[in-house]
C-alpha cells in the first residue's frame, strides 16, 4: 500500500470498516467478476469522495 493510500485509510480505520464488508461468493453458475482487494476498492471510494475526482481519473496507484 502506498503512502497515499494508507494516509486516506490508516490501519485503524480499517478495523473499522473491514468488518462492514460482505465476503466474496461466487457465483454457482459461474461467471461473474473476479475478486478484487477490498481495502483497495475502499480505498479508492475514500479518495474519490474526498477529493471529487471522477473515477477515470483515479491515480494508477489504485490499480
Known amino acids: ?4 493510500a494508507s494516509r486516506l ?16 461468493t ?10 478484487v482487494n477490498d481495502r ?3 480505498t479508492a471510494i475514500v479518495f474519490v469522495l474526498t477529493s471529487g475526482c471522477a473515477w477515470r ?3 494508477p496507484s489504485f490499480g
Request: proline content about 19%; cysteine-free.
Open 1 to 4: 500500500m502506498d503512502e497515499l
Open 26 to 35: 461466487p457465483r454457482r453458475q459461474g461467471g461473474g467478476m473476479t475478486p
Open 57 to 59: 481519473h483515479l491515480p
Open 9 to 24: 485509510v490508516p490501519d485503524e480505520l480499517w478495523e473499522l470498516v473491514a468488518p462492514l464488508i460482505p465476503p466474496f
Open 40 to 42: 483497495a476498492v475502499f
